[in-house]
């Protein structure tokens, strides 16, 4: 069986026993979490969160890009979100990694800046930095975490100046 054959045969299941249909679209705990794309996070197991409890927006190394921006000022502003956990994780593919190298790695991506970053607390940090400097978002409460991909557990970055 072909993987896309397995994922609409669980999809199947999955929609037999599906309870959701009621969800409201704005998320329920006011939550909005930023993370990786890295698949070991389970951003709602993590957390403790359900299907609608929150917005979550995932990109490479959990950067809080201009897009990131967008779907916050969507998530604050259309879906009443009041708080934004800035999640990034241990041994992510994007730390201590410099444009060169993974350009290196990835014929035809000349010029394509994928966002790496030295330290992990410090892309973090950057993130909630962004988050907070932008006046739409003055009035949410932002922090940052790390979360460690080696023991489920989640830790707390200081994030103030
Ligand atoms: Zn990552």
Redesign the pocket.
């Known amino acids: 069986m072909s993987l896309r054959d397995e994922v609409l045969r669980a999809n199947a299941a999955f929609a037999a026993e599906f309870g959701g249909g009621e969800l409201a679209r704005p998320p329920a705990r006011g939550l909005a979490v930023v993370t990786?794309?890295?698949g070991r996070?389970d951003p709602l197991a993590v957390l403790g969160l359900a299907p609608g409890d929150a917005n979550v927006l995932r990109n490479?190394?959990?950067r809080v890009t201009d897009d990131v921006l967008r779907s916050l000022v969507v998530s604050r502003h259309l879906l009443g979100m009041r708080e934004t956990l800035v999640v990034?994780?241990t041994?992510?593919?994007?730390?201590g990694r410099t444009n060169e190298e993974l350009r290196a790695g990835v014929p035809g991506s000349d010029g394509l800046d994928f966002l790496p970053f030295a330290d992990l607390e410090e892309s973090v940090r950057e993130g909630v930095r962004r988050i907070r400097a932008l006046p739409l978002l003055a009035d949410v409460e932002a922090t940052g975490w790390v979360y460690e991909v080696e023991t489920g557990r989640l830790r707390e970055v200081e994030t103030q100046p």
Do not use: S, Y
């Open positions: 990786c794309i890295d996070i490479a190394g959990a990034g994780h041994d992510c593919g994007l730390e």
